[in-house]
């Protein structure tokens, strides 16, 4: 909730502009200044700054719900509560499709399709709430300089031929993904703490980050002092601003990770460098000599991460002759 900008903090126009010539544009850099600090920086009264804390305090404190109430909400209306993914075995799983308002992660091997379930996932949203969309437009934050505009449009065309039955509707689609290519952690960042008035703006009604893994491994090694802390950091800040948007707004959040495989008899692999062709029976605990052993395949970015997400979903290449997907569901700590 601090991430919240003080534009919706209920202050006026001019308040607001003033702040930001002094790089104060979310409660939680209001909240952080002391009452002469505030003084100088707004020109009001101590007694005027008094009021504005309380009114930016009680504008950006979770409000109390009962139990009842946040299920009375999803129940009249449960389509607005997942976006369904249209594949009905793993909607079943899921109790509906993706869920709105938490952080669903995707993680697999190289080459499992993580991005183009992203695509998929992107296509529909877009769609009328009829068809079983979200009706929004979609924030597609890129990592890997994976996203295809062609793609998109070629599972767009293919999934749904009834509805896109003309090169116009196909590019108003297109118009309703925003992209953005950020291939540093501190442009994604950036770009994350960013998102609130553009989900305003632009009636956004799904945030994919394809993917988290790739920046922070390229940019933390954790091995050297310091990193691991910084990385944690990142990440912790990170996945914060998105839970408080997806909840803020009711929107599902759905971030891509790599895999690692982590032996009993030695240091866990780079996710990095297993490939489409190893053998990933190690989840099922066995090695690759076939002896069981306590190897297995885990999602990336160590435990604090794991409790982040709400939901995980683990892709894996169930049978290597014909590359089926198998879904494990686990869930996470809210």
Same mark, same amino acid.
């Given at each position: 909730?601090?991430?919240? /900008?003080?534009?919706?903090?209920?202050?006026?126009?001019?308040?607001?502009?003033?702040?930001?010539?002094?790089?104060? =544009?979310?409660?939680?850099?209001?909240?952080?200044?002391?009452?002469?600090?505030?003084?100088?920086?707004?020109?009001?009264?101590?007694? @005027?700054?008094? /009021?504005?804390?309380?009114?930016?305090?009680?504008?950006?404190?979770?409000?109390?719900?009962?139990?009842?109430?946040?299920?009375?909400? *999803?129940?009249?209306?449960?389509?607005?509560? %997942?976006?369904?993914?249209?594949?009905?075995?793993?909607?079943?799983?899921?109790?509906?499709?993706?869920?709105?308002?938490?952080?669903?992660? &995707?993680?697999?091997?190289?080459?499992?399709?993580? =991005?183009?379930?992203? &695509?998929?996932?992107?296509?529909?949203?877009?769609?009328?709430?009829?068809?079983?969309?979200?009706?929004?437009?979609?924030?597609?934050?890129?990592?890997?300089?994976?996203?295809?505009?062609?793609?998109? #449009?070629?599972?767009?065309?293919?999934?749904?031929?009834?509805?896109?039955?003309?090169?116009?509707?196909?590019?108003?689609?297109?118009?309703? #993904?925003?992209?953005?290519?950020?291939? =540093?952690?501190?442009?994604?960042?950036?770009? &994350?703490?960013?998102?609130?008035?553009?989900?305003?703006?632009?009636?956004?009604?799904?945030?994919?980050?394809?993917?988290?893994?790739?920046?922070?491994? *390229?940019? %933390?090694?954790?091995?050297?002092?310091?990193?691991?802390?910084?990385?944690? !950091?990142?990440?912790?800040?990170?996945?914060?601003?998105?839970?408080?948007?997806?909840?803020?707004?009711?929107?599902?959040? &759905?971030?891509?990770?790599? #895999?690692?495989?982590?032996?009993?008899?030695?240091?866990?692999?780079?996710?990095?460098?297993?490939?489409?062709?190893?053998?990933?029976?190690?989840? @099922?605990?066995?090695?690759?000599?076939? *002896?069981?052993?306590?190897?297995?395949?885990?999602?990336?970015?160590?435990?604090?991460?794991?409790?982040?997400? !709400?939901?995980?979903?683990?892709?894996?290449?169930?049978?290597?002759?014909?590359?089926?997907?198998?879904?494990?569901?686990?869930?996470?700590?809210?």
């Amino acid at each position: 909730m601090a991430a919240k /900008k003080l534009r919706r903090a209920q202050l006026s126009q001019e308040m607001c502009e003033r702040l930001s010539r002094y790089q104060i =544009t979310t409660c939680q850099d209001f909240l952080c200044l002391s009452l002469l600090e505030l003084m100088k920086v707004t020109g009001q009264s101590y007694y @005027e700054v008094q /009021k504005l804390l309380c009114k930016v305090s009680r504008a950006c404190a979770p409000k109390m719900q009962t139990a009842y109430e946040m299920k009375l909400r *999803k129940s009249v209306n449960p389509s607005s509560a %997942f976006l369904s993914t249209t594949l009905h075995s793993l909607d079943r799983v899921l109790h509906g499709g993706v869920p709105c308002g938490s952080l669903t992660e &995707i993680t697999s091997p190289p080459g499992c399709g993580k =991005t183009q379930f992203c &695509i998929m996932l992107s296509v529909l949203a877009t769609l009328p709430v009829s068809m079983g969309g979200l009706d929004g437009a979609v924030i597609y934050i890129d990592t890997e300089s994976a996203f295809s505009a062609e793609r998109l #449009i070629e599972i767009a065309a293919n999934r749904f031929p009834t509805y896109y039955d003309s090169d116009e509707k196909l590019l108003c689609m297109t118009r309703s #993904i925003h992209l953005y290519r950020e291939l =540093t952690c501190c442009s994604v960042l950036k770009r &994350i703490m960013s998102l609130e008035e553009e989900i305003i703006l632009k009636k956004v009604k799904l945030v994919i980050i394809d993917s988290v893994a790739s920046v922070v491994r *390229k940019e %933390f090694d954790t091995k050297l002092q310091g990193n691991l802390a910084e990385r944690s !950091n990142f990440l912790n800040r990170g996945a914060s601003v998105l839970k408080y948007l997806a909840e803020e707004f009711s929107i599902p959040v &759905i971030l891509t990770n790599q #895999i690692t495989t982590a032996l009993s008899s030695g240091p866990g692999l780079r996710a990095d460098l297993v490939s489409p062709d190893d053998d990933l029976s190690l989840s @099922e605990g066995s090695s690759v000599s076939g *002896k069981r052993d306590s190897g297995y395949v885990t999602a990336a970015l160590g435990n604090t991460w794991s409790h982040s997400v !709400n939901t995980r979903l683990i892709l894996q290449y169930h049978d290597l002759p014909t590359r089926q997907s198998q879904h494990h569901l686990i869930f996470g700590n809210p």
